[in-house]
């Protein structure tokens, strides 16, 4: 449940990450789809190995015995501070959702998600874990309901013709696809070392696996009900949108609802790790430094949500490619170390 609600964040949810990764390069984002869930199961479970095997349980210990002392410390920062604009840009989301489909004031979703993430963080990585095991269920039966619905129940839809491709040609829907996991991996490696100590090694790898392949699962129905739709929700920001109107009114209100419940998961995840290093960093308790951050980031809240993520995500995907091959060559280190070899 916390790699899914690490992962299945705003841009997962509106639908607007699948279009432009996946349902762009035609029936090849299909394969796309599959070796995405792939890299999601085997890197979730890759980094759980690393993180139990070297008692790790904080993303900070995940970035310093990844890189090193010296570039660990370079990352590490820059990890904080993309954090810290996620979070921003969370904040921003919610009062987008608020004011362009709820019609409601955008302070309002702003100030909203600032109190929910605030109390559901006060119980630390207790309160993290049961904040994922109580929203991610309710989030992914409704994200599923009505992606199935476009899936496998709407075959007829009139399609609106469009001249579309995507900026470098079908053949790199593997390049696509790697980006994609790359860019999400980033904000999971600062959920999954979090479990280290709840769990056993067995069971967390595990669930490591089992979120990663749910991830590929999730990203297979929604391409399929993206890809019903197209090439018209390559015209729409908010694509699921699209197809949640056409299942009903209701569905519509349901799945605004559901976009605000990943756009809060998405900010407990930056949340709760940033809190936790700037509490180690600082020595200020973990609830103050919580409290200090959120205020911290109303002001660049208000700014827009688009000019946010064109700046933010693009970079945090830079650092998730990195922090793969990091995973990558310190799992191939430990399985040649001589403890390894001798068990």
Not at 90 to 101: C, Q
Not at 131 to 157: E, Q
Not at 169 to 190: D, P, R, S
Not at 290 to 310: D, E, H, K, N, Q
Request: charged share 10%; proline share 3%.
């Amino acid at each position: 449940m916390g790699y899914i609600g690490a992962v299945v964040g705003a841009g997962f949810a509106s639908g607007q990450e699948i279009v432009q990764f996946f349902v762009v390069f035609d029936r090849y984002g299909l394969y796309g789809v599959l070796l995405s869930g792939a890299l999601f199961a085997a890197m979730g479970a890759l980094l759980f190995y690393i993180c139990h095997r070297s008692r790790i349980n904080g993303y900070q210990r995940v970035i310093r015995t990844l890189f090193g002392p010296r570039w660990g410390k370079l990352t590490d920062t820059l990890f904080s501070l993309f954090l810290f604009l996620g979070v921003c840009t969370m904040f921003s989301a919610s009062g987008a959702v608020f004011y362009e489909h709820l019609y409601l004031n955008k302070t309002l979703g702003i100030g909203l998600t600032y109190l929910a993430t605030i109390l559901l963080l006060a119980g630390g990585v207790r309160g993290l874990v049961f904040s994922y095991n109580l929203l991610v269920p309710i989030k992914i039966l409704l994200l599923l309901s009505i992606a199935g619905c476009g899936a496998f129940g709407m075959k007829n839809y009139a399609q609106i013709p469009a001249a579309y491709a995507p900026l470098f040609g079908y053949q790199y829907w593997a390049m696509a696809a790697v980006l994609y996991v790359a860019y999400n991996f980033a904000l999971a490696t600062a959920v999954l070392p979090e479990y280290q100590p709840l769990v056993n090694m067995r069971n967390g790898t595990a669930g490591a696996i089992g979120g990663g392949l749910g991830l590929g699962l999730m990203l297979c129905i929604y391409y399929l009900a993206l890809s019903n739709f197209s090439p018209a929700v390559l015209h729409y920001e908010v694509p699921m949108l699209l197809i949640a109107g056409q299942v009903g009114t209701g569905a519509k209100l349901a799945y605004v609802c559901v976009l605000w419940i990943g756009i809060l998961t998405t900010a407990l995840a930056n949340g709760y790790g940033l809190a936790q290093r700037v509490s180690d960093l600082t020595g200020i308790p973990y609830s103050a430094s919580l409290c200090l951050i959120m205020t911290a980031a109303l002001p660049l809240s208000f700014r827009s949500f688009a000019s946010l993520v064109g700046t933010v995500y693009p970079l945090f995907g830079l650092l998730g490619i990195s922090i793969m091959a990091g995973v990558i060559y310190r799992f191939v280190k430990v399985l040649s170390s001589p403890d390894i070899q001798k068990g």
